[in-house]
């Protein structure tokens, strides 16, 4: 077989691997915009899909900034109430629905670090056990988790946003650009800024 065949080969293998990309996210935007449509109408089996999807990880969002087990439910609780107040007025207009969670989330997490600034609170440096996780399991999620916060404290408050986003929550640059108000320009540089601040941050624990 040619070069020249091989090449073409390989061609149409990635011609129809993109297809089947936009075909499948496609897709994947029908089912939510439906979804988004049944929860906007109270259908209770959608509204309690957006609740299992969006809770467990606006708690790790908020967990990861603020060590404080519960502090990240009230976050946590909070943000989905204040989703499914505003829900009625949501319209899909590009902006993945994650994305627009996440933005009530972040200003409501700006809004209780200024409140925590003017009145001090204990932090407890704990995890939400699951009932079938081992107790081993638990324990060492329960350190990884406390390691990164901890690690994630050294950084700037936008870099962390970035990182939390991007890594941990799986968001694209341009989800993240619309949660923090940021170009995506912007946020590659936040995140290659980060990245090289958090190599730097672990490798001195490492050391000590």
């Known amino acids: 077989m040619s070069v020249q065949t091989l090449s073409l080969l390989a061609w149409e293998r990635s011609i129809r691997t993109t297809a089947q990309e936009r075909t499948g996210q496609s897709a994947q935007v029908r089912r939510e915009e439906e979804l988004i449509r049944r929860a906007q109408e109270f259908d209770q089996e959608a509204l309690g899909w957006l609740y299992e999807l969006f809770y467990p990880k606006v708690y790790n ?5 603020l ?3 519960q502090q990240a439910e009230d976050l946590a609780s909070e943000v989905l109430l204040r989703v499914l107040e ?7 207009r590009g902006v993945p629905l994650t994305a627009w969670v ?14 925590r600034q003017r009145r001090p609170q204990v932090s407890l440096y704990e995890g939400i056990p699951s009932t079938t996780d081992s107790p081993q399991a ?7 988790q406390d ?10 408050e936008e870099q962390r946003q970035v990182i939390i986003l991007k890594f941990v929550e799986g968001m694209d640059n341009a989800s993240v650009a619309r949660v923090v108000g940021r170009s995506q ?5 936040l995140q290659h800024r980060a990245l090289v601040s958090l190599r730097k941050i672990l490798s001195s624990e490492e050391v000590e």
């Open 86 to 92: 505003s829900l009625k007025g949501y319209r899909f």
């Open 138 to 144: 638990v324990a060492e999620r329960s350190v990884a």
């Open 61 to 65: 969002y908020a967990y990861l900034q």
């Open 147 to 156: 390691e990164l916060r901890l690690a994630l404290t050294g950084l700037t």
């Open 102 to 115: 996440f933005r009530i989330a972040r200003n409501y997490l700006i809004d209780l670090h200024r409140r």
């Open 67 to 69: 060590g404080d087990v």
């Open 185 to 189: 320009g912007a946020v590659k540089s």
